[in-house]
């Protein structure tokens, strides 16, 4: 089922034809009614049945135009139905006038937000670990959303909740791998792939997801702890990687320059030994006491 327009006429323009019927069923009830002296003359019941006849015409049809008037409100929609029939989706804002056997449901096109609830599902690796997304949302197809759901809403936050499951099992939480897409490396290929996971599960709804983005990550309380440890490990490992290659090429750089301008002439025994020493310098955690060497070149 697909949605279609449906205009409507303007609520002040069914008011003043509403006005106008009220007025015309006082008319006639003042000019059609004979005076009281005459109810014994020859015709004054029919007379009298005419008139309140007319009257009641005029003021039903003035109570139907009364009741087939309603409000839009910005970003709102109302769909119609006539006796369990779906006739159209009106979205003209404003004081608006439709048939009134017309129910009208009012269903919002504003973007809403919900943040799914926190659940516990073991990533690629088989880590166990808490996960919830936010998920941004509007309607687009309002009849859709009516009658091909039941209630779009909840539809919704059902789906988002399964596609976060699913995409939870086939991301690990934390990559080894650059070519391998994570959960917590790869937060804006991980936000592409949810809202498109979640937009094809709720097309059905009528619905358009906005955005979606993973709103809490974290191991789960089990394994958090030697998770931690890990990655504190391998946070060492890649900085002692990073200071031990800083240090290779500084100590390159110096013999080189000492080599260059012929500051001074060292044997591979002493080069050796300048090698250990500055990537001792370099490399330690802690500062090191400078030797002076009060000798020859080679007299220590």
């Known amino acids: 089922m697909q949605e279609r327009q449906v205009r409507t006429l303007p609520g002040s323009l069914a008011l003043l034809l509403s006005l106008?019927?009220?007025?015309?069923?006082?008319?006639?009830?003042?000019?059609?009614?004979?005076?009281?002296?005459?109810?014994h003359a020859p015709g004054f019941d029919r007379q009298v049945a005419l008139a309140v006849g007319l009257a009641s015409l005029l003021g039903l049809g003035a109570l139907l135009l009364l009741i087939g008037m309603f409000t839009i409100a910005p970003n709102e929609a109302r769909?119609?139905?006539?006796?369990?029939?779906?006739?159209?989706?009106?979205?003209?804002?404003?004081w608006r006038w439709v048939n009134p056997f017309y129910t009208k449901r009012?269903?919002?096109?504003?973007?809403?937000?919900?943040?799914?609830?926190?659940?516990?599902v073991n990533d690629v690796e088989g880590n166990?670990?808490?996960?919830?997304?936010?998920?941004?949302?509007?309607?687009?197809?309002?009849?859709?959303a009516c009658f091909s759901v039941d209630d779009?809403?909840?539809?919704?936050?059902?789906?988002?909740?399964?596609?976060?499951?699913?995409?939870?099992?086939?991301?690990?939480?934390?990559?080894?791998?650059?070519?391998?897409?994570?959960?917590?490396?790869?937060t804006d290929a991980v936000a592409e792939q949810l809202k498109k996971e979640?937009?094809?599960?709720?097309?059905?709804?009528?619905?358009?997801?906005?955005?979606?983005?993973?709103?809490?990550?974290?191991?789960?309380?089990?394994?958090a702890q030697a998770m931690l440890q890990r990655q504190q490990a391998g946070a060492i490992i890649a900085?002692?990687?990073?200071?031990?290659?800083?240090?290779?090429?500084?100590?390159?750089?110096?013999?080189?320059?000492?080599?260059r301008n012929k500051i001074v002439d060292l044997d591979?025994?002493?080069?050796?030994?300048?090698?250990?020493?500055?990537?001792?310098?370099?490399?330690?955690?802690?500062?090191t006491q400078p030797v002076v060497n009060a000798g020859t070149l080679h007299q220590g």
């Open 106 to 120: 009012a269903i919002s096109l504003r973007m809403r937000s919900f943040e799914t609830t926190k659940i516990k």
């Open 20 to 39: 106008a019927a009220v007025a015309g069923g006082a008319y006639v009830l003042a000019t059609m009614l004979p005076p009281t002296s005459q109810q």
């Open 198 to 223: 979640i937009q094809t599960r709720c097309k059905a709804a009528g619905v358009d997801i906005v955005e979606a983005r993973i709103g809490h990550l974290a191991y789960a309380p089990e394994i």
């Open 152 to 186: 779009y809403t909840s539809f919704v936050h059902v789906q988002a909740e399964a596609a976060v499951r699913n995409l939870a099992t086939h991301h690990p939480y934390d990559g080894h791998d650059e070519n391998q897409i994570s959960l917590r490396g790869h």
């Open 239 to 259: 900085a002692r990687t990073r200071i031990v290659e800083g240090a290779v090429g500084m100590v390159e750089m110096a013999l080189q320059h000492l080599s």
């Open 79 to 94: 769909v119609l139905q006539l006796f369990g029939r779906y006739v159209g989706t009106t979205k003209d804002e404003g």
């Open 128 to 144: 166990p670990i808490e996960i919830a997304a936010i998920v941004v949302w509007k309607v687009v197809d309002t009849a859709q």
């Open 268 to 287: 591979e025994e002493r080069k050796a030994a300048m090698v250990s020493n500055l990537l001792v310098v370099l490399c330690g955690e802690r500062s």
